[in-house]
């Protein structure tokens, strides 16, 4: 009976407005994007018109210093993040995967962050919570008779992972409570019956029985790790200097306040190129199970 | 037993508290948002509640970028909507030559960084007059939500079984009527679920937003990111604003949150 037949013939068609729409918003600009990168324009200067400059960009961002601070920060910041929210999730995953009164709501509570836009979770973090004068911060330095620490001075880049982390940890705790709660009762019973300990048992059974969890969870986290940039256009604006600027944020600097318009598409095509080759790297370091779970 | 029971209790108070920990800033924010401006330090959990602060902040102002954020955010859902299930649909219940190396396409356009393609974007929008226009802003998020669309109803899809396919398909049901009698009642869950992720992923978009638009197409993070350096330092009108600006999609990814790990993950990943 499986010939097929009830499959749809014209399906063809049915695909076409995604492609087309797809294809115009975000296949179609990089092409430009790529064509504008050997070009020398600069909005603001009129004067200087707009000319075929080869691989003029490329060379000027290549030998400029800031460059590869901004390509470090951008991989320690998502590299960074990576690892905490992973530790993380996979810590309130384990104390969540219990029933007790309130669980629900508890769960609720703790992935709301990841449902909070950027803008908003960067305000309240910089003003209500960690201003030195005015937040939190300084209320807690006063008490202690202390200097309140100055988060997004001193430490810029770190804070700003803070906040990236506990956006996107609610994201890894759903990702991984899912995973820990289809782990059998029986496999746990016969684990305890053995006589495994409670760390044995993480690490031999449930680590390895929600392997898959922890790859979707820091292959999807990359992807939208590497593009953080409202946290830090409202929280440090990048600075001080460049110590918070990860490539995004870079591109639109160059972009919207030089208006370097070569040397922003040069700069952008770099970062996609650097992004595709990040997650194929990652693609390809999970890929043997991938194909497992994916027929 | 006793002292299991006692243990079971001290982790539970434990859980408590790293969850208010957790939860601490958005719940500061909205006690801020009901204090008289002068009791916002230093830091106290008892006062006297207002809604002063709601009153003064919903002006006709903010009512302006609540509006622009609705309709882009609701037009930009139901158009991925309409756009996305079809092609979905497709992958998987179609005649197509490759469907996965398709689905893959659709996969690999969301790895792309925004910024790969904002110049261009920005330049066109600027020289065709299309700038500070709700039209070009939903655009844009259509192309970039389309495959989020595509990616999770392909795994609420790929759960229906193909034998009611094959007995609708004997029984001489159309497939129209197939696919809106049987498999909409089927994944609707599902569908609701991608629909709610889009608006809740376009109602908090910031960086199309902020370089895409000025006045008259702005959204709320827009708003809030400008809020900051306009009006200084009232942090009980702040807090108010920002808790209208994240009920919307708080209360609905509340609702979705279940279905947006199994939509997410390729349906590898059993919620």
């Known amino acids: 009976m499986s010939d097929g037949s009830y499959r749809y013939q014209k399906a063809k068609f049915l695909t076409l407005p995604a492609v087309i729409t797809v294809a115009l918003v975000t296949q179609v600009p990089i092409i430009f994007t790529l064509g504008l990168s050997f070009v020398k324009w600069i909005v603001v200067r009129p004067d200087l018109g707009v000319s075929f400059d080869g691989l003029g960009n490329y060379l000027r961002i290549f030998t400029d210093p800031e460059f590869y601070a901004v390509i470090a920060h951008t991989i320690e910041l998502t590299a960074g993040s990576l690892v905490c929210c992973t530790v993380l999730g996979m810590f309130f995953a384990l104390l969540l995967n219990r029933n007790f009164l309130g669980v629900n709501l508890v769960r609720t509570l703790i992935v709301s962050p990841f449902f909070v836009m950027d803008a908003v979770a960067g305000i309240i973090w910089k003003t209500l919570l960690l201003h030195p004068s005015f937040g939190f911060n300084g209320y807690i330095a006063a008490l202690f008779h202390v200097k309140p620490i100055d988060f997004f001075g001193s430490f810029s880049l770190l804070t700003v992972l803070v906040l990236t982390v506990w956006q996107w940890t609610p994201f890894f705790i759903l990702i991984l409570l899912a995973g820990l709660q289809g782990i059998s009762e029986e496999t746990l019973d016969s684990a305890k019956v053995d006589g495994a300990g409670w760390l044995r048992t993480l690490f031999s059974i449930k680590i390895p029985a929600i392997y898959n969890h922890i790859e979707v969870a820091i292959m999807l986290g990359s992807i939208f790790i590497l593009k953080v940039f409202g946290l830090i256009f409202v929280t440090t604006s990048g600075g001080p200097g460049v110590s918070s600027t990860n490539l995004p944020y870079y591109v639109y600097k160059v972009g919207f306040y030089e208006w370097d318009v070569g040397r922003a598409t040069a700069i952008a095509i770099v970062t996609a190129v650097l992004t595709l080759i990040a997650i194929m790297a990652l693609f390809r370091f999970f890929q043997r199970r991938f194909k497992e779970w994916e027929v | ?271």
């Open chain 2, 1 to 271: 037993m006793k002292t299991r029971r006692v243990r079971h209790i001290l982790l539970v108070i434990v859980i408590y508290l790293l969850c208010l920990i957790y939860f601490f800033p958005i719940l500061y924010m909205i006690l801020t948002s009901f204090k008289p401006e002068t009791e916002v330090l230093p830091p106290r959990l008892f006062f006297t509640p207002t809604l002063a602060n709601y009153r003064l902040v919903l002006n006709p102002d903010i009512i302006g970028y609540l509006r622009n954020s609705a309709e882009v955010s609701i037009i930009t859902m139901a158009v991925c909507i309409v756009v996305g299930i079809p092609a979905s649909y497709a992958i998987v219940f179609g005649r197509l030559k490759k469907p996965d190396n398709l689905f893959f396409w659709f996969l690999s356009t969301t790895l792309l960084p925004p910024v790969s393609v904002i110049i261009p974007v920005f330049l066109l929008a600027r020289y065709s007059h299309f700038l500070d226009t709700k039209f070009f802003l939903i655009l844009m998020y259509t192309g970039a939500n389309v495959p989020i669309v595509i990616w999770m109803v392909r795994s609420f899809l790929k759960d229906v079984p193909r034998e009611i396919l094959e007995a609708a398909h004997i029984d001489g049901c159309s497939k129209l009527r197939t696919f809106f009698a049987i498999i909409v009642p089927l994944t609707r869950i599902g569908i609701t679920s991608t629909a709610l992720l889009v608006f809740i992923f376009v109602w908090n978009e910031f960086f199309f937003a902020i370089n895409l638009t000025y006045v008259h197409a702005a959204t709320l993070p827009v708003y809030m990111a400008s809020y900051m350096t306009q009006e200084g330092l009232f942090w009980a009108k702040l807090s108010a604003i920002a808790t209208v600006t994240v009920l919307p999609p708080l209360v609905l990814g509340w609702f979705a949150h279940k279905s947006l790990v199994k939509g997410l993950t390729l349906g590898a990943v059993k919620g």
